[in-house]
């Protein structure tokens, strides 16, 4: 037997690049009001509430009522991704590395776009003539999952008083939960297989539908990763009983999470119409190629009716 044949021994490569798991892309952004300008800010109007009033005789004075009038501010900031290969990167690889990297800018821009809009639906808006007033969420849109007289676990009574909040608003248009995969887990374990909620949640768990009580359920990490206490600055204090808002009651932990009910029309999205998305060489750089994408973006809340902020234990 001829022992220098391993000399020969070939190691093989795929030519295909595996994408390790991730969130592919912007998940929140369709559900949001798209709005494209030019500049660093843009300003959009708002209109409260018409009250009527009851004629009180014959031939009275037309009535000259005031109506609110107030508005919201969208900054834009610059978002970016770019790498560089080198010339002998693309002689000496299998690969044509250009394509699977201008893939992975795209789903990093997407996933910055969500954390904008989920910044913009918890955080204070930007309020005024001239966006230099601000509006927080207010605790009357936040509810803490509650049982047994303690902060709990996601639950299903936190699902019915966010919509509560909302059907009081009379807030219209489809209804979402953004949440992290441990809001559905403890979903599902908090509701007793004797429960007319048990079959239907943990269908939504297992995926074979995604609405419950009226909300579009829409998995995103990037809130998972969130603490209630970063949004609530004012000091959320909930009543042990129905989770509402109640003053001098129990206090959100440090460690507490967040999920968010939102209509999404209820935040702006604005972007600048200069995106990029360029694979190019670059003479300055010995002539590697460079793949670059940026998107000029921002987000407000414009109705604080159309967010609610459930808290949940971690």
């Given at each position: 037997?001829?022992?220098?044949?391993?000399?020969?021994?070939?190691?093989?490569?795929?030519?295909?690049?595996y994408q390790l798991s991730q969130q592919r892309g912007s998940r929140l952004a369709a559900l949001c009001r798209n709005e494209e300008f030019t500049g660093?800010?843009?300003?959009?109007?708002?209109?409260?509430?018409a009250t009527a009033v009851d004629k009180v005789g014959r031939n009275t004075d037309t009535p000259n009522l005031d109506i609110a009038h107030s508005r919201r501010m969208v900054t834009t900031t610059t978002r970016e991704w770019g790498t560089l290969?080198?010339?002998?990167?693309?002689v000496q690889n299998i690969h044509n590395p250009e394509n699977?990297?201008?893939?992975?800018?795209?789903?990093?821009?997407?996933?910055?776009?969500?954390?904008?809009?989920?910044?913009?639906?918890?955080?204070?808006?930007?309020?005024?003539?001239?966006?230099?007033?601000?509006?927080?969420?207010?605790?009357?849109?936040k509810v803490a999952s509650v049982s047994g007289g303690a902060l709990d676990y996601a639950n299903v009574q936190a699902l019915r008083k966010a919509k509560l909040i909302m059907?009081?608003?009379?807030?219209?248009?489809?209804?979402v939960i953004v949440h992290g995969a441990d809001f559905l887990e403890?979903?599902?374990?908090?509701?007793?297989?004797?429960?007319?909620?048990?079959?239907?949640?943990?269908?939504?768990?297992?995926?074979?539908?995604?609405?419950?009580?009226?909300?579009?359920?829409?998995?995103?990490?990037?809130?998972?990763?969130?603490?209630?206490t970063n949004y609530n600055s004012d000091t959320f204090l909930y009543n042990t009983t129905t989770g509402l808002y109640q003053g001098a009651a129990t206090a959100v932990g440090g460690t507490d999470k967040v999920a968010i009910a939102m209509v999404g029309d209820g935040i702006i999205l604005g972007k600048n119409p200069n995106s990029i998305a360029r694979v190019s060489e670059r003479e300055d750089k010995s002539?590697?190629?460079?793949?670059?994408?940026?998107i000029?973006?921002?987000?407000?809340?414009?109705?604080?009716?159309k967010v609610v902020q459930i808290i949940y234990k971690a």
């Amino acid at each position: 037997m001829n022992s220098q044949i391993e000399t020969w021994r070939v190691n093989q490569f795929n030519a295909n690049v595996y994408q390790l798991s991730q969130q592919r892309g912007s998940r929140l952004a369709a559900l949001c009001r798209n709005e494209e300008f030019t500049g660093k800010a843009e300003f959009f109007d708002r209109l409260g509430l018409a009250t009527a009033v009851d004629k009180v005789g014959r031939n009275t004075d037309t009535p000259n009522l005031d109506i609110a009038h107030s508005r919201r501010m969208v900054t834009t900031t610059t978002r970016e991704w770019g790498t560089l290969v080198d010339r002998k990167d693309k002689v000496q690889n299998i690969h044509n590395p250009e394509n699977e990297y201008s893939i992975a800018a795209q789903n990093a821009l997407g996933r910055k776009m969500d954390a904008v809009i989920i910044d913009a639906a918890l955080s204070a808006a930007r309020t005024g003539e001239d966006g230099s007033g601000s509006q927080s969420l207010g605790n009357a849109q936040k509810v803490a999952s509650v049982s047994g007289g303690a902060l709990d676990y996601a639950n299903v009574q936190a699902l019915r008083k966010a919509k509560l909040i909302m059907d009081m608003n009379e807030v219209m248009g489809q209804r979402v939960i953004v949440h992290g995969a441990d809001f559905l887990e403890a979903l599902l374990a908090s509701t007793q297989v004797t429960s007319s909620d048990f079959n239907t949640v943990k269908a939504l768990v297992q995926g074979e539908l995604d609405t419950f009580l009226g909300f579009k359920f829409i998995h995103s990490e990037l809130v998972s990763s969130l603490l209630a206490t970063n949004y609530n600055s004012d000091t959320f204090l909930y009543n042990t009983t129905t989770g509402l808002y109640q003053g001098a009651a129990t206090a959100v932990g440090g460690t507490d999470k967040v999920a968010i009910a939102m209509v999404g029309d209820g935040i702006i999205l604005g972007k600048n119409p200069n995106s990029i998305a360029r694979v190019s060489e670059r003479e300055d750089k010995s002539y590697s190629m460079q793949v670059y994408a940026s998107i000029d973006c921002g987000a407000t809340r414009m109705e604080e009716a159309k967010v609610v902020q459930i808290i949940y234990k971690a």
